[in-house]
């Protein structure tokens, strides 16, 4: 590993451009490398004011941030699991209806990303600004018709603090699960306990996701068997967007994107064929990604992190955007935030200056080997208990692009897999716009968004606002309910359908003209609901 490595950061160095470090810290010069360190746990980090609640959360109640939406209740701060670990939280209550509306939990991924990525550049009441100085209200924020709580974690992470000593997704979903007890325990957000839970995640929230979900259920058959106490959590939705979960059925995606996506060729074909031989090579990625899930050891994949990160995703990637492969680098959308969070840092009750990544807690996992492992299983386990579950992906990021998101799919072995396989794409609408195609049988459905890079709300998709699209599937989901076009939905479904039907040529075009016009004004009509 030590030897690729060299290899890889001397390769690097010829390297024109800058490469942004977005989700997925740059090491080295490679997205998503491995550190030429130890495994590192960083003990017991001073803040001051360092007061802290165990077991209790210390809020900021309606800070006057980000959200300004009259009426609409907010808070932030910690939940303290122990008195050297605190994690950072920000909810915001459904702009309607928030008492009886669903609870949505955010993750951004990393590892290592804070989830103010999430808050401020995809679908939070604000957003940042092209600029960088300052934020706008967002008509097509997730709390809309949801209670929105996002969480900074593992301890380490964005304005989360303290010891810094998880590396693995299981570690992280134990911690995330003690401060929801924490959360729920509090009079202010008791109430929404019984709602329906949604976690919704992104990128290395392909791992996060149904690592965290499958902990949330196992522990809920744990209290009703006596065995743990503490309070059940009513998860009904699984999202995960641009997430790698199943990194053996999803790396050669990487190979085959590189060479065919909607956009255009990302690499040459000498690249492209060397990155084909470092997949099927004997003792190549796709041994090492096996050996990995064989039971390998930590170092095993790790190894098989350094490598294929290089020799693969990096190499492919490298002289685009990985995240918006339309863009160059260096590819400053969406907008930093870093200045403006810090500037209203006390204002929202945060105890430490915050940054985007943490590569602490990204070098624990990589020395963990988390990435490398396989998340499929548990994500079988989630839908399998009734989870409805939706996988979607923006077409135009690389770094986890639909290719390798569809082969994992496809590979899932869960009760609505046949259904699934029979299944032909669907367009996907939003108020008339196609915006991506699906697929769902039972309550799991995977949505490929066009023109979407992997942060997928912060796209606008045609004629829609920033996140429209995205406010759609979300509700949908969240509120337990299938995907289903908007206007051409109904109205596109019913627009085709009658396009085959009109077409037997008893019906004019007039007719046709008219029947469209009537398909627009009722989705005129129910968008005003
Ligand atoms: C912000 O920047 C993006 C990317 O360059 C661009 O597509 C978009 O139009 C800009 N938005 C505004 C409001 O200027
Ligand atoms: C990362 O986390 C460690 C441990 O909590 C902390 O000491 C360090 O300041 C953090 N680094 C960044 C860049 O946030
Ligand atoms: C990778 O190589 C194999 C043969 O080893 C070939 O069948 C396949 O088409 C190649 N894939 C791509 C995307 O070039
Ligand atoms: C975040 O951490 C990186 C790496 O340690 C550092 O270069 C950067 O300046 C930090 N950003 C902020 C806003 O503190
Ligand atoms: C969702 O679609 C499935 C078929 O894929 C159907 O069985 C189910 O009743 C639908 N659920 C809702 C809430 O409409």
Same mark, same amino acid.
């Given at each position: 590993?030590?030897?690729?490595?060299?290899?890889?950061?001397?390769?690097?160095?010829?390297?024109?451009?800058?490469?942004?470090?977005?989700q997925?810290p740059?090491?080295?010069?490679?997205a998503?490398?491995v550190?030429?360190?130890?495994?590192?746990?960083?003990?017991?980090? @001073?803040?001051?004011?360092?007061?802290?609640?165990?077991?209790?959360?210390?809020? +900021?109640e =309606?800070?006057?941030?980000?959200?300004?939406?009259?009426g609409?209740?907010?808070?932030?701060?910690?939940?303290d699991?122990?008195?050297?670990?605190?994690? !950072?939280?920000?909810?915001?209550?459904?702009?309607k209806?928030?008492?009886t509306?669903?609870?949505?939990? /955010?993750?951004?991924?990393?590892?290592g990303?804070?989830?103010?990525?999430?808050? $401020?550049?995809?679908?939070?009441?604000?957003?940042?600004? =092209?600029d960088?100085?300052?934020?706008v209200?967002?008509?097509n924020?997730w709390?809309?018709?949801?209670?929105?709580?996002?969480?900074?974690?593992p301890?380490?992470?964005?304005f989360?603090?303290?010891?810094?000593v998880?590396?693995?997704?299981?570690?992280?979903?134990?911690?995330?699960?003690?401060?929801?007890?924490?959360?729920?325990?509090?009079?202010?957000?008791?109430?929404?306990?019984?709602?329906?839970?949604?976690? !919704? @995640?992104?990128?290395?929230?392909?791992?996060?996701g149904?690592t965290?979900?499958?902990?949330?259920?196992?522990?809920?058959?744990?209290?009703d068997a006596?065995?743990?106490?503490?309070?059940?959590?009513?998860l009904?939705?699984?999202?995960?967007?641009?997430?790698?979960?199943?990194?053996?059925?999803?790396?050669?995606?990487?190979?085959?994107y590189?060479?065919?996506?909607?956009?255009?060729?990302?690499a040459?074909?000498?690249?492209?064929?060397?990155?084909?031989?470092? !997949?099927?090579?004997?003792?190549?990625?796709?041994?090492?990604?096996?050996s990995?899930?064989?039971?390998?050891?930590?170092?095993?994949?790790t190894?098989a992190?350094?490598?294929?990160?290089?020799?693969?995703?990096?190499?492919?990637?490298?002289?685009?955007?990985?995240?918006?492969?339309?863009?160059?680098?260096?590819d400053?959308?969406?907008?930093? $935030?870093?200045?403006?969070?810090?500037?209203?840092?006390?204002k929202?009750g945060?105890?430490v200056?915050?940054?985007?990544?943490?590569?602490?807690v990204?070098?624990? $996992?990589?020395?963990?080997?988390d /990435?490398?492992?396989?998340?499929?299983?548990?994500?079988?386990?989630?839908?399998?208990?009734?989870?409805?579950?939706?996988?979607?992906?923006?077409?135009?990021?690389?770094i986890?692009?639909?290719?390798?998101?569809?082969?994992?799919?496809?590979?899932?072995q869960s009760?609505?897999?046949?259904?699934y396989?029979?299944?032909? /794409?669907?367009?996907?609408e939003?108020?008339?716009?196609?915006t991506g195609?699906?697929?769902?049988?039972?309550t $799991?459905?995977?949505?490929r968004?066009?023109?979407?890079?992997?942060? +997928?709300?912060?796209?606008?998709?045609?004629?829609?606002?920033?996140?429209?699209?995205?406010?759609?599937?979300?509700?949908?989901i969240?509120?337990?309910?299938n995907?289903?076009?908007?206007?051409n939905?109904?109205?596109?479904?019913?627009r085709?359908?009658?396009?085959?039907?009109?077409?037997?040529? @008893?019906?004019?075009?007039?007719?046709?003209?008219?029947?469209?016009?009537v398909l627009?004004?009722?989705?005129?009509t129910?968008?005003?609901?």
């Amino acid at each position: 590993m030590r030897l690729l490595f060299a290899f890889g950061a001397v390769f690097l160095s010829f390297l024109p451009g800058t490469l942004s470090t977005k989700q997925v810290p740059v090491i080295n010069g490679i997205a998503g490398g491995v550190p030429n360190t130890d495994k590192l746990l960083v003990k017991g980090e @001073t803040v001051s004011p360092t007061v802290t609640t165990p077991g209790r959360l210390r809020v +900021v109640e =309606n800070s006057g941030v980000c959200e300004t939406t009259p009426g609409v209740y907010q808070a932030s701060g910690y939940g303290d699991l122990t008195s050297t670990q605190s994690i !950072w939280f920000w909810f915001f209550a459904a702009r309607k209806n928030p008492d009886t509306a669903p609870l949505a939990l /955010w993750f951004n991924g990393g590892p290592g990303s804070s989830s103010m990525i999430g808050l $401020f550049q995809e679908h939070g009441p604000c957003r940042i600004t =092209n600029d960088s100085s300052t934020v706008v209200l967002n008509p097509n924020s997730w709390n809309t018709e949801a209670n929105v709580l996002y969480i900074d974690q593992p301890v380490g992470v964005g304005f989360s603090h303290g010891d810094t000593v998880v590396g693995t997704s299981q570690e992280a979903a134990s911690d995330v699960w003690k401060f929801l007890q924490i959360f729920f325990a509090d009079a202010r957000f008791a109430k929404y306990q019984p709602n329906p839970l949604a976690l !919704w @995640t992104e990128s290395y929230g392909g791992h996060y996701g149904p690592t965290f979900a499958a902990y949330f259920l196992k522990q809920n058959i744990a209290i009703d068997a006596g065995t743990v106490s503490g309070k059940k959590l009513n998860l009904k939705v699984l999202g995960i967007g641009n997430g790698i979960t199943d990194p053996l059925n999803q790396y050669y995606g990487y190979i085959v994107y590189a060479g065919s996506n909607p956009y255009h060729m990302l690499a040459s074909s000498s690249a492209i064929s060397s990155a084909n031989s470092s !997949w099927s090579s004997p003792g190549g990625c796709k041994d090492q990604i096996t050996s990995c899930y064989n039971g390998g050891s930590e170092s095993i994949c790790t190894e098989a992190q350094s490598y294929c990160n290089a020799l693969i995703l990096y190499l492919l990637g490298r002289n685009w955007d990985l995240y918006d492969v339309r863009q160059r680098n260096p590819d400053i959308y969406p907008p930093d $935030f870093s200045t403006y969070i810090n500037s209203v840092r006390t204002k929202i009750g945060a105890e430490v200056i915050w940054n985007q990544s943490n590569t602490t807690v990204y070098t624990n $996992f990589a020395f963990a080997g988390d /990435w490398m492992r396989n998340s499929a299983p548990d994500l079988e386990y989630v839908i399998n208990s009734g989870v409805r579950t939706l996988i979607y992906d923006g077409d135009a990021d690389f770094i986890v692009n639909y290719v390798g998101v569809e082969s994992m799919v496809d590979a899932l072995q869960s009760q609505f897999t046949s259904a699934y396989h029979s299944q032909a /794409w669907t367009p996907y609408e939003v108020h008339g716009q196609v915006t991506g195609q699906y697929k769902a049988a039972g309550t $799991f459905a995977y949505l490929r968004i066009y023109g979407a890079g992997h942060e +997928v709300p912060a796209y606008t998709i045609g004629n829609l606002g920033y996140g429209e699209a995205a406010l759609q599937f979300f509700n949908q989901i969240t509120s337990g309910n299938n995907l289903t076009s908007t206007c051409n939905g109904p109205c596109v479904a019913a627009r085709s359908s009658s396009r085959t039907s009109l077409s037997i040529d @008893t019906v004019s075009f007039v007719a046709q003209v008219f029947l469209l016009l009537v398909l627009s004004r009722s989705c005129l009509t129910s968008l005003m609901d």
